[in-house]
Every structure is written in structure tokens, then in C-alpha cells.
């Protein structure tokens, strides 16, 4: 069985490898699209159950972003709900049976370029040159750890949510092969939910805090 | 001594036992901030949901270096697995 650290190869498109992660990946994205074309369905002023509870998530996610990053930053929300969204799902589906495709290095490598990126890009577009004369400071000695500081960021990002989900996973599949029946239900409760939601949390709070950080 | 596949697959497979020797300083360190957590929630039981939250943040980004172990131990596994 090669390609364990990543999703298991299945097919060729164009030339283009699909592993198991990136339909997995097509599984989540209907599921969250599905649900919100859903949610759009006849948006009433007094909201029934279910508005409200969508209602409930997008209030939430908002408050988070105003509390984390400051109420002008309200439109960092979109993003970060999505992001937030996708890695709930993402690292969850292991419940109904998928292997999450969060357990695969290259897809939360990506997820912490975006970070990356967009912490450097919104530090230029602020601050122009001073965002790099920033990495000088307080003393010119500093440069080399400063960059060191700067490339571990995603670096760290990428490995907490790939080593939390996919240790998780690989613990399940050993209770699993070891007794699959009723045992599995409690490990799984807290690998696949907690730690999932958990894991999405830290990310979604960790970018927002860097991104802030580098508008400062 | 003759070196094949099989001494590359013994040493990395010790190498995957002792890498997770670095699972001791998440240990302490997410232990230490539970009790803080504990603490605080002692002094003012009213600002328990916070503390709560907050606590399982910075326990989750302690636990970042335990995790970097872990991801060693698995590509040594890998390599035990392609080998055998």
C-alpha cells in the first residue's frame, strides 16, 4: 500500500492524479453546497428552525472574526466562515466513513500557503517595504530568526492539523481492526468531533490572529 | 556486516520508537496549563466557558512540537512498510 502519508491514488484525469483526498475533498464541497443552497430557500423575516440555525452559525462566526481581528475587519468573515466550515466537515467525515481528506499533508499544505500568502499581502499592501524592514527588527541581527519565525508559521499550521487528523485516523483504524463493533464509538467521539472541531478552531483562530498581527 | 533493506528497516523502525520520546514535553506542558486553567476557573467559577475555551487554544498550539515527532515517526513507519 504506497502513498499512506497521502490519499491513496485512484485515477488519472488529463494526466492529472486523483487520490482519495481530492474526491473526499468533492464529497465535503457537495455536502457544504448542498447545505447552503438549502439555507437559501425562502428567507423569512421572522425565522423557523432551521434559518435560525443557519442564522445562529453566520452570527457566530462573525463575532468571532470582530472580536479576534476588530469590528473593521468584518470582511476577513467570508473567508475565514468558509475556512472554518470546511475543515468542521473536513476532519468530521471520518464519522460517515471517509478518510478525512485533512489527513493528507499536501491539503493542509495549501491551506497554510493561503495563509502565508495572504499574511504577506495584506503586511505589503499596508506597510509597502516597512512589512520586510519589519522582519529587521528590533536589531539586524535578528533577520535570519525573524525569516526562521516567519517559514515556520505554515509550516507549524500545516503539520498541527495534518498530525492531529491523521494520527487520529490511523488510531481508529487499529480499534477498529481490533474490535469493530460498539468499542470504536467513544474514540471516535472524541477524534473525529472534538478533535476535528478543535483542530479547524485553532487554524481559523491562528490565521486570524497572524493576518492581524501583520496589519499592525 | 553486510547492510541490506533489512538493517535500514531495523534502525528506522527504532528510530520511530525513539522519536516519540518527545511526547513527554507536550505532556508536562498541556498538563501545567490545565492546572492553570483549573486555577482560574477556582477564582472565579463565573467565567468558566472563557477559560475553557481559551485553554484548549493554547493547549492545542502547545501540543505542535509532540506533533512534529509524530509525523517523523510516521514517514520512519513508511519506510519500514516499504520495506517489508
Sequence with gaps: MERILEGPATFYIFGLLISETVINTWIVMALLIGFALIARRRLEMYPGKFQNFVELIIESITNLVTSTMGEERKGFAPYMGTLFLFLAVANMSGIIGLRPPTADINLTAALALLTFSAIHYYGLKKKGFGHIKGLAEPLFLFLPLNIIGELAKPVSLSMRLFGNIFGGAVIMAMIAGAVGIFVPVLPSLYFDLFAGVLQSFIFVMLTMVFITLALE | ?84
Design chain 2, 1 to 84: 556486516m553486510e547492510h541490506t533493506a533489512m538493517t535500514v528497516a531495523a534502525f528506522a523502525a527504532l528510530g520511530a520508537g525513539i522519536a516519540m520520546i518527545a511526547g513527554l514535553g507536550p505532556g508536562i506542558g498541556q498538563g501545567y496549563a490545565a492546572g492553570k486553567g483549573v486555577e482560574a476557573v477556582g477564582r472565579q467559577p463565573e467565567a468558566r466557558g472563557p477559560i475553557t475555551l481559551t485553554m484548549l487554544l493554547g493547549q492545542a498550539v502547545a501540543e505542535t512540537t509532540g506533533i512534529y515527532a509524530l509525523v517523523i515517526a510516521f514517514i520512519l513507519i513508511g519506510i519500514v512498510y516499504r520495506v517489508l
